[in-house]
């Protein structure tokens, strides 16, 4: 189909259910399951199904519009107006959200989720699935906050029996009956959440030493002893997981998901092997976009490709605003105004937040890595690190309110300082870069890292440098100290971290924000830094010898790419084009003038009075993905024997790793 990725996924689970003729069954109220009509349509369930999902996931408090990139976007008001008229004209609607409506603005910190369970309600939404986020007040709050939901909150993997005031509120699935058919919607939580949220209460994943999808197969067999033919998940696991889930059970038609913040503008199509599909969606975050799912299934049950129709409603100061939320909105918002007044900084330019463009350190998380390690000097600190996941929205160019502070952290991390070996600091470098560009990713103060995110996950770090006392740079010893500043999230395990034989540690009082919003004071003026830390490189790419001349041989990269060659003293992370890094420094360009023939091969010879060689290698036009291939840093070696056998992968130095 046109608007939809597709992607074959071998499974030997047929879907018996398709074969299940679909009668009109009476259901009686049992346990959390129940039937409820969403119109009078009375089809024959013989008949194909039509029907319309709108959804949205990853809200994160943002009630009111924001401007982003010179555009105003999102607020729930406009979302409100958007979802109440389209369904107005479109019958067997059914409005759901995919999780973490919590945390992310001030609102969420002084109102502790009220103002979006109240503006969900006011919006009409019929379900929701739980986020990890919505833990970050306590599962208390959360428990406290859920019971004034009008809308089913539905999760059938999680485990709240710590939580009676949670576990109430909770249902695993529901029927809901459209167009004179049955349809089931069950809600799942990402299996990471343990690992995400520290302030669980007890809350705990079912399963989780074994087969985390053991509950969420149970309750698709549920549902279809129920007679349903038609089963949509409601995740919040991210598309990696979903594709997962897709694959492991077919029954489930649709995925309506949250948590990786993807923004899906063309649905992911899977097919199994009995042409049986699965649709997944996601709209991104923050309300930026409501999603469409136009679903038509066929007499059998099964998903009619042709005429499922889905796509993105951007929202944008273009939409009215519904006055009654906007009327509400505005009222919570008062108390907050101070903060939105109070200006501490002007940014010359826009620090971004699209982290999974991100492969290399982002000028966000280097401002905020930057004000820790100033906050620890008189702890002596000399790195500093921040997870991406503790990073929220985006400085715009102009002037920076405390509003915006604390929308940036917006969580109750800690500044915690301490003294690591080299050892567990290498550790967490590696865990950092061991997964994507997301939550998990650090940025850093006092470090440079060169990672290969080609290679096997524990393998990635190539590199890693600290800043010494005079301003350069040398490999991390692993049995040298080093002093810290870290979030207490991360430095408490939070997303698997593990610090655990650090030693002097000083548990400060302030959230982060604090001194964040110090450095910002006594910088009236900040600026994006190019990236100069972090930087992904390839291996294999480029080797280099001297004869008479250097020669650099280039290969394994994709032909017809331009090629540029760099010559540096020393490896580093400098940037070059005022755009993206390479593993030197001091790099000099030496030819920008080389592309990679068929075999995705070309050759420099010439001389040059660096030590060091790196090749980037940019993709023809035309190329998805069009990504930069940078190499390793390649020290030019005496030519020796067969010139054919040098390589570009170095030896490992003890103080590498």
């Given at each position: 189909m046109a608007n939809m990725q597709k992607e074959k996924a071998p499974t030997n689970n047929l879907k018996v259910r398709r074969f299940l003729k679909l009668a009109v069954i009476t259901l009686s109220l049992l346990g959390v399951a129940h039937v409820s009509a969403l119109t009078s349509d009375t089809r024959a369930a013989d008949e194909a199904l039509h029907f319309t999902i709108l959804h949205t996931n990853d809200l994160h408090s943002h009630a009111e519009p924001f401007s982003e990139r010179g555009r105003v976007v999102g607020g729930l008001a406009r979302l409100g107006h958007l979802i109440h008229s389209i369904k107005s004209n479109t019958p067997n609607t059914v409005v759901i959200d995919a999780g973490d409506m919590f945390q992310g603005t001030p609102l969420f910190t002084h109102y502790h989720g009220e103002v979006e369970v109240s503006l969900l309600n006011q919006?009409?939404?019929?379900?929701?699935?739980?986020?990890?986020?919505?833990?970050?007040?306590?599962?208390?709050?959360?428990?406290?906050?859920?019971?004034?939901?009008?809308?089913?909150?539905?999760?059938?993997?999680?485990?709240?029996?710590?939580?009676?005031?949670?576990k109430a509120v909770i249902k695993p699935y529901v029927i809901k009956e459209i167009a004179g058919q049955k349809v089931g919607f069950l809600g799942v939580m990402t299996p990471e959440l343990e690992r995400l949220s520290l302030s669980l209460g007890g809350v705990k994943i079912k399963?989780?030493?074994?087969?985390?999808?053991?509950?969420v197969r149970a309750t698709v067999k549920e549902i279809e002893r129920k007679g349903v033919n038609h089963i949509v998940a409601v995740t919040h696991c991210g598309t990696d997981f979903d594709q997962q889930i897709s694959q492991a059970i077919?029954?489930?038609?649709?995925?309506?998901?949250?948590?990786?913040?993807?923004?899906l503008d063309k649905a992911i199509f899977v097919e199994h092997d009995d042409s049986s599909k699965t649709i997944i969606v996601q709209t991104g975050s923050y309300g930026r976009a409501l999603g469409r799912l136009d679903l038509a299934f066929d007499k059998d049950g099964r998903m009619d490709a042709a005429d499922t129709k889905y796509r993105l409603i951007n929202i944008t100061d273009k939409i009215p605003e519904d006055p009654a939320m906007k009327?509400?909105?505005?009222?919570?918002?008062?108390?907050?105004l101070p903060l939105r007044r109070t200006i501490v900084s002007q940014a010359e330019?826009?620090?971004?937040?699209?982290?999974?463009?991100?492969?290399?350190d982002s000028a966000l998380g280097d401002l905020i890595t930057d004000a820790l390690c100033e906050a620890g000097k008189s702890y002596g600190t000399t790195i500093s690190v921040h997870n991406r996941g503790g990073m929220r929205g985006r400085i715009e160019k102009g002037p920076i309110s405390l509003e915006k502070v604390q929308e940036i952290l917006p969580f109750d991390n800690r500044l915690t300082f301490a003294t690591i070996k080299g050892k567990a600091l290498l550790g967490a470098i590696e865990h950092s870069v061991s997964g994507p560009a997301g939550g998990r990713f650090l940025d850093v103060h006092g470090l440079k890292i060169g990672y290969d995110p080609t290679r096997k996950r524990g393998e990635r770090l190539v590199f890693a440098l600290a800043e010494d006392k005079d301003g350069s740079y040398s490999p991390v010893d692993q049995n040298k100290e080093y002093k810290v500043a870290i979030n207490n999230y991360t430095f408490q395990s939070g997303e698997g971290y593990d610090f655990k034989d650090a030693k002097n540690i000083v548990n400060t009082p302030e959230r982060v924000g604090i001194p964040f919003r110090q450095y910002l004071e006594a910088h009236p003026s900040i600026k994006p830094q190019l990236p100069s830390r972090i930087v992904p490189i390839t291996e294999n790419v480029l080797?280099?010898?001297?004869?008479?001349?250097?020669?650099?041989?280039?290969?394994?990269?994709?032909?017809?790419?331009?090629?540029?060659?760099?010559?540096?003293?020393?490896?580093?992370?400098?940037?070059v084009e005022n755009k993206f890094p390479v593993p030197l420094k001091r790099p000099i360009e030496i030819t920008d003038d080389l592309t990679a023939d068929a075999n995705g091969q070309c050759v420099w010879r010439g001389n040059t009075n660096g030590s060091w060689l790196c090749a980037v290698a940019h993709p023809p036009k035309g190329t998805k993905p069009r990504k930069l291939i940078i190499s390793y840093p390649v020290e030019i070696q005496q030519a020796k024997g067969n010139d054919a056998e040098m390589t570009d992968r170095p030896a490992k130095k003890k103080t590498d790793k």
């Open positions: 919006i009409g939404y019929d379900m929701y699935t739980i986020g990890n986020h919505e833990f970050d007040d306590g599962a208390e709050n959360l428990g406290k906050q859920l019971k004034n939901a009008k809308f089913d909150v539905l999760c059938t993997n999680i485990d709240a029996e710590a939580q009676p005031d949670l399963h989780m030493n074994d087969d985390w999808l053991i509950p077919p029954e489930i038609d649709v995925i309506i998901g949250g948590h990786s913040h993807t923004r009327a509400y909105i505005d009222k919570k918002v008062e108390p907050l330019d826009a620090f971004d937040n699209r982290w999974t463009a991100y492969p290399w080797s280099a010898f001297k004869k008479e001349k250097v020669i650099a041989k280039i290969n394994n990269v994709i032909p017809g790419s331009k090629v540029t060659l760099y010559a540096g003293t020393d490896r580093g992370v400098t940037p």
